[in-house]
């Protein structure tokens, strides 16, 4: 992807202009809190989180892997919504049904508290390690130096670190409370982008004819020339949904158990609605860019073909908070996880007062560790693979385990398993 997009001066002022509001809000809005310093609020946002909070910072924080869905779109049509959609939707409805209201029930603060209290400090640690793996924001880091790149010119690295500090820098401050209230805004942008450049694309181009016409008669196969096999896979990989930390860390701050199960099922309708969105948007790139290079250009490559001034950079805008509103979220869980439970449940000697400046130690390395994982690998989906598959199969069966007195596990069966 070396074809950098030109950018006209107004998108610029966007851009920047939703950089600066991003920071505001992320800063400014939490610092009025009088309980701003204890852990629990900057750890959970005090557990009051409500059912539109919940719903836009979850909505937001699960749909990271923007460019991949506009990738697989390009490539296999609407089958994007059988392999990356249906799954997961599937499983985040389990999550619901049985998690959700048992998860705020524990007034846990992380999965690892699961695990050490189950069984035991071998198994707490070593469950925390891999959750610290899974959360680290490697490939969303890259995405935005990706991103970066195609529309300034800049070298990867420069994107890569940039769109870091961007990210975690406002979580610094103000812990969970700034990735939500950060996320209200994102939620707005992600749905307003894509809600944008559909009209252009059907006014400029034509609807479902012009579609019909344009794109391969197999990217309208539900599964897109894919094997029934390498589908099925993905069915297999989307229960990681039911150890998933941002799931678990928005019922632990969710005001009550009705707001955890429901917030989860309206996330669901949503996700449901921006696929369409994705999906649609994925389709007219491939009618409209057929020869297109690289397919994970092809929601910028659409956008800077069909988009005006100033409504190219909104719908930027809203492809960078899709992305932002991950990283700053992973970033995050992981510093917990470092942070709190790997470093301060086994050397803070229960003195709360430190939890804070170990998780904002925490989040910079995971920082840190993102951009040199996303510089040295410059694959997400390899970052994707090396990253998920340490972690998720691990720790599905201890976890899930711990919300049950009668199939929980041996204390050492439960670590070797994590093991």
Not at 26 to 48: E, N, P, Q, Y
Not at 112 to 126: V, W
Not at 206 to 215: D, N, S, T
Not at 271 to 280: E, G, I, K, V
Request: glycine share 10%; with cysteine.
């Amino acid at each position: 992807m070396g074809q950098t997009l030109s950018l006209h001066p107004a998108d610029i002022v966007v851009l920047v202009a939703y950089a600066i509001l991003q920071t505001w809000i992320g800063v400014r809005l939490t610092r009025h809190k009088r309980d701003s310093d204890s852990a629990t609020s900057f750890l959970l946002d005090g557990r009051r989180l409500t059912l539109p909070a919940f719903i836009a910072s979850l909505v937001c924080t699960w749909y990271g892997g923007i460019l991949g869905v506009g990738e697989f779109t390009y490539q296999y049509g609407i089958s994007n919504w059988v392999v990356f959609g249906i799954p997961y939707y599937l499983w985040a409805g389990v999550f619901a049904w049985k998690l959700a209201a048992r998860a705020r029930r524990t007034r846990y603060v992380s999965i690892s508290d699961h695990l050490y209290e189950s069984y035991g400090k071998a198994a707490g640690i070593t469950g925390t390690a891999l959750v610290f793996l899974l959360t680290v924001p490697a490939a969303y880091v890259l995405m935005l130096g990706v991103i970066a790149r195609l529309f300034f010119g800049w070298p990867l690295w420069v994107g890569v670190v940039g769109g870091a500090l961007l990210s975690v820098g406002y979580v610094y401050v103000g812990g969970f409370r700034s990735v939500v209230r950060t996320d209200l805004f994102q939620f707005v942008l992600m749905f307003g982008g894509f809600a944008l450049i559909l009209p252009f694309c059907i006014i400029n181009f034509g609807g479902w004819e012009f579609l019909r016409a344009h794109v391969p008669a197999g990217h309208f196969s539900w599964h897109g020339g894919n094997t029934i096999q390498y589908i099925l896979v993905w069915y297999l990989i989307a229960t990681t949904t039911l150890i998933e930390p941002a799931f678990y860390q928005r019922c632990y701050a969710a005001k009550s158990e009705a707001v955890a199960r429901r917030g989860i099922g309206y996330s669901i309708a949503f996700w449901c609605f921006f696929d369409f969105l994705t999906t649609s948007t994925g389709l007219y790139a491939r009618a409209i860019l057929p020869e297109l290079a690289d397919p994970v250009a092809a929601f910028p490559a659409l956008a800077a073909t069909v988009l005006p001034p100033v409504v190219l950079g909104l719908f930027l805008t809203g492809l960078l908070s899709t992305v932002m509103s991950t990283v700053d979220s992973y970033a995050f869980l992981a510093g917990i996880a470092l942070g709190r439970d790997l470093i301060w449940r086994n050397f803070g000697k229960g003195d709360e007062t430190k939890i804070q400046p170990l998780v904002r130690i925490g989040l910079w390395v995971s920082a840190a560790l993102s951009v040199g994982l996303a510089l040295l690998s410059q694959s997400v989906v390899g970052l994707w693979h090396d990253l998920g598959t340490i972690g998720a199969p691990a720790l599905v069966v201890p976890l899930l385990a711990t919300f049950s007195q009668k199939y929980r596990l041996q204390k050492q069966w439960a670590t070797i398993g994590i093991v």
